[in-house]
């Protein structure tokens, strides 16, 4: 039922939107008066272009239409929006949490400027696998070494300097 509410809604904003003079990335969605018609769209994709089924993207700020998962072809659909800032943020599992406007898993986030009756439809956002670290604790002659402890540092650029800190992972 869900899904077909979504499709419903994708379609309506598309006969809405056609037409229009607006550029790639926006549309205007059919204007009623002052009542909130704009409409944020997108895809949620892995670094490697695969679409993400069930991602949860988190629309700020949208009292009422604030949450939502993605269908199985990883699209979202936020529909009457009032004007205003929005930023996006999306989490799935198996993947580092991720932000509409990034360009690698770490970047700053970015932000839509929704105008009254647009339909924003290029909202699209990468996600990046996390990672993990295994391996084995040996001494000099190949035996394991019980209870030693392991540090992970991740390295980041400071000034041009790399530097190391260490991760730190409540359990």
Do not use: C, K
């Not at 970047?107 to 996600?127: C, E, V």
């Not at 990672?131 to 392991?150: A, F, L, N, Q």
């Amino acid at each position: 039922m869900r899904l077909i509410l979504l499709a419903l809604t994708l379609t309506a904003l598309v006969a809405g939107g056609r037409g229009s003079a607006a550029s790639a990335g926006e549309r205007q969605a059919p204007a009623t008066g002052n009542a909130p018609t704009g409409a944020i769209t997108g895809v949620v994709r892995s670094a490697t272009g695969q679409p993400i089924a069930g991602a949860a993207v988190l629309l700020s700020p949208a009292a009422g239409h604030s949450r939502q998962m993605t269908d199985e072809r990883g699209r979202f659909a936020f529909v009457s929006l009032p004007a205003g800032p929005y930023r996006i943020l999306v989490n799935a599992f198996g993947y580092v949490d991720g932000q509409y406007g990034q360009t690698s898993a770490f970047t700053p986030m970015g932000a839509i400027a929704l105008a009254q009756g647009q339909w924003f439809d290029r909202a699209d956002i990468t996600l990046w696998r996390t990672g993990g670290i295994s391996g084995r604790v040996v001494d000099e002659y190949g035996e394991p070494v019980v209870g030693t402890h392991v540090r992970v540092l991740a390295q980041h650029h400071v000034a041009g300097t790399p530097r190391h800190h260490e991760r730190r992972r409540s359990r």
